[in-house]
T-cell receptor, first 114, second 111 residues
Framework: GEDVEQSLFLSVREGDSSVINCTYT??????LYWYKQEPGAGLQLLTY?????DMKQDQRLTVLLNKKDKHLSLRIADTQTGDSAIYFC??????????????FGRGTSLIVHP | NAGVTQTPKFRVLKTGQSMTLLCAQD?????MYWYRQDPGMGLRLIHY???????AKGEVPDGYNVSRLKKQNFLLGLESAAPSQTSVYFC??????????FGQGTRLTVV
């Protein structure tokens, strides 16, 4: 995941908003994603944004995309203890052979305190 | 509909032993992937396949081989395991670029 950068840890209080940031490098990526990994489980897609959009909102989740700075953020409103997990930013750059292959960041561990 | 199933879930190998990890998906997906997850390193792509009979190298392919003889299965082989291959291995599949579906992971320890 060297082309996708995220901070490793974020700690928030229950009820506050969480903002997880990510920078990516590949301008050919058509979609950008946020995945969630709970302990002992695989990754699950939380949300995605098409590269020609600036913002996408889905219930408590807001994704902001700044294409000029190649910066993606995920805001979780009213963060709950059940939101504690690792959040991965991902892009799908065009690989050799013409396929789009998901590339993941290192993941941000979100810890929510009661 | 089971999604993506990985076997085994846990395995301990001695250095030099070989093994095969099996990934099966029942969603008729064209794309399949093998990642490894290490602390602080995130997910790194080992190999991937864009269809039955095709495979390609990812970011960290050394020491691994793969085969996709059937569309629903993607096998990851370790010919001679090394302690550096101790990791959690995830298989994933996708139909296109929207969403990758992940298995539950295989925790491999090489001693």
């Amino acid at each position: 995941g060297e082309d996708v950068e995220q901070s490793l840890f974020l700690s928030v209080r229950e009820g506050d908003s969480s903002v997880i940031n990510c920078t990516y490098t590949d301008s050919s990526s058509t979609y950008l994603y946020w995945y969630k990994q709970e302990p002992g489980a695989g990754l699950q897609l939380l949300t995605y944004i098409f590269s020609n959009m600036d913002m996408k909102q889905d219930q408590r989740l807001t994704v902001l995309l700044n294409k000029k700075d190649k910066h993606l953020s995920l805001r979780i409103a009213d963060t709950q203890t059940g939101d504690s997990a690792i959040y991965f930013c991902a892009e799908s750059p065009l690989a050799s052979g013409g396929s789009y292959i998901p590339t993941f960041g290192r993941g941000t561990s979100l810890i929510v305190h009661p | 509909n089971a999604g993506v199933t990985q076997t085994p879930k846990f395995r301990v190998l001695k250095t030099g032993q070989s093994m095969t990890l099996l990934c099966a998906q029942d969603m008729n997906h064209e794309y399949m992937y093998w990642y490894r997850q290490d602390p602080g390193m995130g997910l790194r792509l080992i190999h991937y396949s864009v269809g039955e009979g095709t495979t390609a190298k990812g970011e960290v392919p050394d020491g691994y081989n793969v085969s996709r003889l059937k569309k629903q299965n993607f096998l990851l082989g370790l010919e001679s395991a090394a302690p550096s291959q101790t990791s959690v291995y995830f298989c994933a599949s996708s139909y296109g670029v929207i969403e990758a579906f992940f298995g539950q992971g295989t925790r491999l320890t090489v001693v």
